[in-house]
T-cell receptor
Framework: GEDVEQSLFLSVREGDSSVINCTYTDSSSTYLYWYKQEPGAGLQLLTYIFSNMDMKQDQRLTVLLNKKDKHLSLRIADTQTGDSAIYFC???????????FGTGTKLQVIP | DAGVIQSPRHEVTEMGQEVTLRCKPI?????LFWYRQTMMRGLELLIYFNNNVPIDDSGMPEDRFSAKMPNASFSTLKIQPSEPRDSAVYFCASYDSINEKLFFGSGTQLSVL
């Protein structure tokens, strides 16, 4: 079945690193995504990783995938106040491109 | 490309009225999704279409909700009659099957009084 879980809240100080974690259940996922939602806005694709990769780095963002444990994480280096948002983990099961989202983690960055 | 376009941006209506939400997906994307977001339930998938055909509508809460996709460039989500508990942000998203990415519209904030 498809189920994506995340912690609901994370608070960090500006300049520190943030790590947002996610677990998923469908081992057939082909792509895993991180989306960012700022207040009053839609979800924006932040980064993604293909299921045969372990890590992907994109500027301040690092995605780690542990396929054995079905665990995905997003690390934001040098977190800024502009990073405050809700971050959603999502998986693509490949079934008609259905994308299932987690509950979202609200990141609060303290100046 | 203008991205996924939703209208209206905000809708305020009275209980019992019919509400129609509209979506124009990104040209060339062959899958379209309707999501609902609330504080209590988070982001819920309501229905999705592939090549204009409804694939899975198991997330549609009840018969008051219906969705159509008459062509590749347009979809509607209708609620009739609307109820206060339908108040939420409704998102439409379209899928780029070549790059395997989902793109969201800005959403429709629906308030049913």
């Amino acid at each position: 079945g498809e189920d994506v879980e995340q912690s609901l809240f994370l608070s960090v100080r500006e300049g520190d690193s943030s790590v947002i974690n996610c677990t998923y259940t469908d081992s057939s996922s082909t792509y895993l995504y991180w989306y960012k939602q700022e207040p009053g806005a839609g979800l924006q694709l932040l980064t993604y990783i293909f299921s045969n990769m372990d890590m992907k780095q994109d500027q301040r963002l690092t995605v780690l995938l542990n396929k054995k444990d079905k665990h995905l994480s997003l690390r934001i280096a040098d977190t800024q106040t502009g990073d405050s948002a809700i971050y959603f983990c999502a998986e693509n099961t490949g079934s008609y491109q259905k994308v299932t989202f987690g509950t979202g983690t609200k990141l609060q960055v303290i100046p | 490309d203008a991205g996924v376009i939703q209208s209206p941006r905000h809708e305020v209506t009275e209980m019992g009225q019919e509400v129609t939400l509209r979506c124009k997906p990104i040209s060339g994307h062959n899958s379209l999704f309707w999501y609902r977001q609330t504080m209590m339930r988070g982001l819920e998938l309501l229905i999705y279409f592939n090549n204009n055909v409804p694939i899975d509508d198991s997330g549609m809460p009840e018969d008051r909700f219906s969705a159509k996709m008459p062509n590749a460039s347009f979809s509607t989500l209708k609620i009739q009659p609307s109820e206060p508990r339908d108040s939420a942000v409704y998102f439409c998203a379209s899928y780029d099957s070549i790059n395997e990415k989902l793109f969201f519209g800005s959403g429709t904030q629906l308030s049913v009084l």
